[in-house]
């Protein structure tokens, strides 16, 4: 059953057990981690047509390999005792890269807009952004691993890149400021 009745009260608790009210700042970082996972899954529906390469990876397996990084994270914050390699701050690094030198150089700043796509993928963006400050918050309460920080830091700068290179592969001509 998906209910337990142990959260009725505002208490649940980590996976080690130890119980914490659900207005505790973690909870907060550990939803704030569900809705990029939730919006990167609207993202995946809405990519289900777009089979261009990133690297080796077309953007909706992209898009899902990030997911299972956010899933890594999300066990890491709860509390389980699991690691972010390292590579992965790479390989978000190599995708950032390949798409960069697929689109025009940027010299201003855009206006978000363009494809349903892009708009999400730009709206991911923004909220990885807050996940970064909620995370750097928490840090203080208790130490989160550094590597965590970087890939969050180059996940947002992947966002980015995704939403022009989809406006530009889609032909939607961006707006700058």
């Known amino acids: 059953m998906i209910y337990t009745r142990k959260g009725d009260k505002g208490i649940s608790?980590?996976?080690?057990?130890?119980?914490?009210?659900?207005?505790?700042?973690?909870?907060?970082?550990?939803?704030?981690?569900?809705?990029?996972?939730?919006?990167?899954?609207?993202?995946?529906?809405?990519?289900?047509?777009f089979g261009d390469e990133i690297i080796n990876l077309k953007l909706k397996d992209l898009l899902e390999e990030i997911q299972k990084d956010l899933f890594i994270i999300q066990s890491r914050i709860a509390g389980v005792d699991r690691e972010l390699k390292e590579e992965r701050i790479q390989w978000i690094e190599e995708n950032i890269d390949f798409v960069e030198n697929q689109i025009p150089k940027l010299k201003k700043f855009i206006i978000a807009g363009g494809s349903d796509l892009a708009v999400t993928l730009n709206y991911i963006r923004s909220i990885v952004r807050k996940l970064e400050r909620r995370i750097v918050t928490l840090d203080k309460i208790k130490k989160i691993d550094s590597g965590i920080l970087a890939y969050l830091n180059r996940l947002s700068d992947l966002f980015f890149v995704l939403g022009r290179f989809v406006n530009f592969i889609k032909g939607c001509e961006e707006k700058y400021f």
Do not use: A, M, Y
Not at 21 to 35: A, H, P, R, Y
């Open 13 to 49: 608790e980590d996976f080690n057990g130890e119980r914490f009210s659900k207005d505790d700042f973690v909870f907060e970082v550990l939803g704030t981690l569900d809705e990029v996972n939730s919006l990167i899954g609207v993202c995946k529906s809405q990519s289900k047509d």
